[in-house]
């Protein structure tokens, strides 16, 4: 079976892993992890008319593909020890599209998704991400982690 984790900076993250890890039969299981950064973008700037340095907006974005990568390198060092076989997708979007994107593409029979609070109680409780690929994901069983 395939599953893609879809992993972010949030404690859900973790909790993915861990409830992966759980059920997972390292002869018959793969993961694929899924990572979408949300980088900041010139055109935002652009579109205000401020006079701004993008050096700061390129060097968040350096700064923020560095933190990902390290946080991936400790998830992919458990699925390590666990001897799962896995693979790393890592995109640049808007989250909610990109996991249902490559998890459809990897062939994914599970997607597993963190929660988040949102403003209206469907997305306090889901939130906008896991809502979205509740909805929208091609694959037979979608598990939001709170």
């Known amino acids: 079976m395939i599953y893609a984790l879809a992993l972010d900076f ?3 993250s973790d909790k993915i892993i861990k409830y992966f890890l759980k059920m997972a039969n390292r002869e018959e299981d793969r993961a694929v992890i899924i990572s979408v950064l949300e980088q900041y973008d010139h055109s935002l700037v652009n579109a205000i ?9 390129d060097g968040a974005n350096k700064e923020l593909a560095k933190a990902n990568n390290e946080m991936l390198k400790e998830f992919q060092e458990k699925l390590d020890r666990a001897q799962i076989q896995y693979e790393v ?3 640049v979007g808007k989250p909610s599209e990109e ?15 963190g929660s988040h609070g949102g403003k209206n109680v469907k997305k306090l409780i889901l939130g906008t991400t896991s809502d979205y690929c509740l909805n929208n ?3 037979s069983d979608v598990i939001v982690i709170h």
């Not at 008319?49 to 907006?57: G, T, Y």
């Not at 996991?99 to 998704?113: N, Q």
């Open 137 to 139: 994901a091609q694959v």
């Open 10 to 12: 949030s404690k859900s």
């Open 99 to 113: 996991i249902c994107k490559h998890a459809k593409s990897k062939g994914a029979d599970v997607l597993m998704v």
């Open 49 to 57: 008319r401020v006079d701004f340095d993008f050096q700061i907006l």
């Open 89 to 91: 997708v890592v995109t």
